[in-house]
């Protein structure tokens, strides 16, 4: 599925990541900890889903960056690193905690591209922005005002939307087939 945010072409993929083709940029919000699944399962938890999303967009869009927004690198951001040089992928962390980051790595505050600004919790019109969570405890999905786009939060299901986020909007669900369009409308804390 494709919007246009601030005029650029943005593809919202099935795996949580939108890519800007013309760009050739892969953004992921909030990528998955390490946790104790990888050691049981290292080929088939989040982390391996990761690595065969980015293997695949890699191949699908002449990727040359990505960009990882979050406020934590993921549990082993070196290994992440070098499977991205792997692919020739350069890595943009933003928002992190430079603490978090492999040595020598560096964090940026806000990614502008052309007049389109994407970050943390951005307030922007129009933007890209991670660091809050939409959808709802059972899936996620990228969430659209007209203007602002709203990145899935990979490592949560806890909602958490902008303060002022429209009562209505246009949700982008994520689910096995691809990505499903639909009304969402938020429900006002009084009325829970």
Known sequence: MTITVGGHAVILDRSGA?????DRLVLFNRLPLAGPQRELFPEAGPEARIRGDLVRLAGEHDLSSALL???RAPGNPEDLEAFLKDLR???IWIGADEATLPEGAQSVGCYALNGLPIGLRLADQPSVS??????DTTRRCF?????R???PDLNSLQTDLPPGWPGRSTAYWLTAGGVVEAAFETVPASLR
């Open 143 to 147: 969430l659209w005002d007209g203007a």
């Open 18 to 22: 939108a890519v800007l083709p013309s």
């Open 69 to 71: 927004l979050g406020e």
């Open 130 to 135: 991670g660091g809050w969570t939409p959808g």
């Open 89 to 91: 992928v350069a890595s």
């Open 149 to 151: 786009l709203l990145l």
